[in-house]
């Protein structure tokens, strides 16, 4: 655990007989992207809040920035930037006077307020609604100006938790993509998230929760690689032996089958150790090869074994 910005050593919470946590550990480094992803009641809002030190733990400890919550929870706030599902705006005010009282109550240089202001505005989209009351925009207006507002002090973190949940497509699009800027700037990012394609779009590790137990962690090529998830595999044959090909694979015992574009064949439910036994059984056959592609299995892909072993759901 040393070095990393957030560490979690089996952190316990409860709510009078609920357990949200029972005993969860991980880490996230500097400059890396974590999900911490699950269901509604996993226990991913509870480990945010510890982390911000709004909870006290029951057991375990949490350190950020080796730092002790409860201890020096506004030392870890004043380098932590926030956003939840719900944004929590003053709609009486426009979108440049909220970016100014939060500019100031994180006690910015004056000389800087406007500058920072300004260009926050133009990066996010909001340079033109600027001065609109906030309680005239759009959902997703509202989740770009809460991302602002949690970057006007230039925080070395930010806990994101939810951020698209109650957004449309369009706007959860803009949402991520800024969250991706943000990744490409290097900064360290805990996204708490139940979107399995929002989490491998921009994590670089997740760890999965369920009733307040870390399930596994990893990337999803490393969980699908330790769960025997099995992939897809394209390969790309002679157009005029795509009979025989598919008929070879078939005998191996998989399911193949010929796709529109000539010489195309996907297999399903490939196991990654079978690769080379499936090309030499084409090679075998007469059949040249000229391509294979396996696909690796998605998170979702990942998410799905993972509960059918545990036999939870």
């Not at 730092?67 to 939840?84: C, H, K, Q, Y």
């Not at 230039?154 to 957004?167: M, N, R, S, Y």
């Not at 800027?181 to 760890?207: F, P, S």
Request: charged content about 25%; hydrophobic content about 45%; some cysteine.
């Amino acid at each position: 655990m040393d070095g990393a910005v957030i560490a979690v050593d089996r952190l316990e919470r409860r709510f009078g007989a609920t357990v949200a946590l029972a005993g969860i550990s991980f880490t996230v480094a500097a400059g890396e992207v974590v999900g911490l992803l699950g269901h509604n009641g996993a226990g991913k809002t509870t480990t945010i809040r510890l982390l911000l030190g709004l909870l006290a733990p029951h057991g375990g400890s949490v350190r950020v920035f080796g730092l002790e919550p409860m201890v020096d929870g506004e030392r870890i706030r004043a380098r932590t930037g926030v956003v939840g599902e719900a944004p929590g705006l003053d709609e009486r005010l426009t979108a440049r006077e909220l970016l100014w009282v939060f500019a100031e109550l994180y006690e910015l240089p004056s000389a800087l307020l406007e500058p920072r202001i300004a260009l926050l505005l133009e990066q996010f989209g909001l340079a033109e609604v600027a001065d609109r009351r906030i309680g005239t925009f759009s959902a997703g207006m509202r989740q770009r100006l809460a991302l602002a507002r949690c970057l006007l002090h230039d925080p070395e973190l930010l806990l994101l938790d939810e951020p698209t949940t109650a957004l449309d497509p369009v706007a959860a699009h803009q949402v991520r993509e800024l969250i991706a800027e943000r990744r490409r700037e290097g900064r360290t990012i805990l996204l708490a998230t139940h979107n399995l394609d929002e989490a491998e779009r921009l994590c670089d590790r997740v760890v999965i929760l369920e009733r307040g137990r870390v399930l596994v962690e990893g990337s999803p090529r490393e969980l699908a690689l330790a769960l025997g998830v099995p992939a897809q595999l394209a390969v790309e044959v002679e157009p005029l032996l795509v009979e025989r090909a598919v008929e070879a694979l078939r005998a191996r015992g998989v399911t193949a089958r010929p796709e529109a574009d000539p010489g195309r064949i996907t297999v399903e439910q490939v196991a990654r150790q079978r690769v080379p036994e499936l090309v030499a059984t084409l090679v075998e056959a007469g059949v040249p090869v000229y391509g294979v592609v396996l696909r690796t299995p998605s998170l979702e892909d990942v998410y799905l074994a993972l509960h059918q072993r545990t036999g939870r759901r």
